[in-house]
């Protein structure tokens, strides 16, 4: 008898689909690991930034709603305070644009995890 075998059909395949297994794994890992350096400033700093950039979003309409409107206020006084309104006209500007930022860049992330998912 010989010793040394054929390996038989079935196990020529598993082999083939292991190794195609094991390349496309060394792929995606061999993808983030580059991604991850082109990405590299999205740290704990790019984070504070974020939220200091959407804080200042809300705040500047905000503050800039109430001084033109005390400015208003004392150029052309009435009964209605200019001041309140354009607070709250300058906040839910301010609210709005932050909901924009945050709604981009929760978009910006789920497109991002769905190309690594592919």
Do not use: Y
């Not at 607070?87 to 860049?105: D, P, Q, R, T, Y």
Request: include cysteine; aromatic fraction near 8%.
């Amino acid at each position: 008898m010989n010793s040394e075998r054929e390996p038989n059909p079935t196990h020529r395949a598993s082999q083939a689909s292991q190794s195609a297994k094991f390349a496309s794994q060394v792929d995606q890992k061999a993808k983030r690991k580059i991604k991850a350096k082109r990405n590299r400033d999205t740290g704990v700093w790019f984070g504070l930034g974020m939220m200091g950039l959407i804080g200042w979003s809300v705040v500047l309409p905000t503050l800039a709603g109430t001084a033109v409107g005390m400015w208003l206020d004392h150029r052309f006084p009435r009964s209605q305070s200019w001041t309140l309104m354009l607070l709250v006209a300058g906040l839910l500007i301010g609210c709005f644009n932050a909901w924009m930022w945050v709604s981009k860049e929760d978009k910006a992330m789920h497109e991002e995890k769905e190309d690594d998912n592919e």
